[in-house]
């Protein structure tokens, strides 16, 4: 069958340049946020240089990687919404440099999806795929901003052109009409998620994952295998403590929030002895009783080794510790990813 000569024509405003360009540039500010905070989070987890001040850093930051990239769905739709009518251009190809063109939009919209469509389903702990999470999401987010940065490059000139005034045809939806239905879009989606990160808004966050209560749990001490030993001790380079002797040591109460990579963040009342009355000097490897989980040792930089506010937990909010919240002790820091705050700690060493 032989393809029209020439497009049909779209004059619906959705689909006017300026919609497009303004959209876009919405959509390039939260994607542009949801990728260097994903950076930050992944520096983090990686032993990248990371302060133990201020308290609520890692929260705000990870909290902001998954609100930006809630806010990026309904604005990549919009967005698509708007240019999917140069779908039906003719020709398809007019030269090379617009071959690349399109195959770089191409590469974009795969990526975008990949990154929003992965990043929901951790935010809610599922994982309907084979591939290992983390590293995936790393390296797409890279292919994505730089399919982003080039397609920006190409476009500036268009965006400066199409923010002209509008047409005063009557249509049933005006620009003005379908920018403020995707900003309203936008914003619904924001407020109904947003509570796992900002408390105030619990109350209001009707698809929140996580709420005020008691504290989230997301690997439990059955799902680590956790077997406690009766005679168990918590070995400290060459020494070793049992649990009467950690409790009978001065003990440390801190307010400090758990604040996990998929976004939800909650602060709790810990009890336990500083980790700087039982290791000086150096990074220490902090290891769990868990024998084959990804984050069963982690590795406490010295910075957060030395700080006061830093503590092998023994109690959670006044109550000692249930198995699956890291019993016997576990390590609570501030400023620091869940995946960190290893549990089920069996010994510290000075590296």
């Known amino acids: ?32 946020l949801c990728f260097v905070t994903g950076l930050l989070s992944h520096g983090v987890q990686h032993d990248w240089p990371w302060p133990t001040r201020p308290v609520d850093l890692y929260r705000v930051t990870q909290g902001v990687h998954v609100i930006s990239g809630v806010a990026s769905i309904p604005l990549l739709l919009a967005k698509l919404w708007s240019v999917y009518p140069k779908l039906f ?9 617009h071959a690349l063109e399109r195959g770089s939009i191409f590469v974009l919209i795969a990526a975008s999806f990949f990154e929003l469509v992965t990043g929901l389903f951790n935010a809610a702990q599922n994982y309907p795929w084979s591939f290992y999470f983390p590293t995936a999401h790393y390296a797409v987010a890279w292919i994505a901003i730089g399919a982003l940065l080039l397609h920006i490059a190409v476009k500036i000139p268009v965006v400066r052109r199409s923010l002209e005034p509008e047409s005063t045809e009557k249509t049933i939806l005006s620009r003005r009409a379908f920018l403020r239905a995707t900003a309203l879009t936008t914003g619904v989606a924001v407020v109904a998620t947003a509570g796992v990160t900002v408390p105030w808004l619990r109350k209001i966050s009707v698809l929140a994952w996580r709420s005020d209560g008691e504290l989230p749990v997301n690997r439990t001490a059955k799902a680590a295998n956790i077997v ?13 403590y049992s649990l009467a002797e950690l409790r009978a040591m001065p003990q440390t109460i801190v307010e400090l929030p758990i604040a996990c990579v998929e976004g939800w963040s909650q602060n709790a009342t810990w009890t336990g002895v500083r980790i700087s009355e039982l290791v000086t000097g150096g990074d220490v490897r902090v290891e769990s009783l868990e024998k084959d989980g990804l984050y069963r040792a982690t590795t406490l930089p010295e910075a957060f080794a030395r700080d006061p506010l830093t ?33 089920w700690v069996t010994s510290l060493e000075v590296l």
Request: aromatic share 6%; hydrophobic share 35%; proline share 11%.
């Open 228 to 240: 406690v030993p009766p005679d168990w001790r918590l070995k400290v380079n060459d020494k070793s």
């Open 1 to 32: 069958m032989k393809l029209p000569d020439k497009a049909p024509t779209f004059k619906a405003p959705a689909h006017h340049t300026g919609v497009t360009s303004r959209v876009g540039t919405w959509l390039g500010i939260t994607f542009g």
């Open 311 to 343: 503590l092998l937990a023994l109690r959670l909010d006044g109550e000692e510790l249930t198995p699956d919240h890291g019993y016997p002790c576990r390590l609570i820091a501030r400023n620091r990813p869940g995946v960190l705050q290893t549990k």
């Open 89 to 97: 251009e003719r020709p398809l190809v007019k030269n090379v440099p």
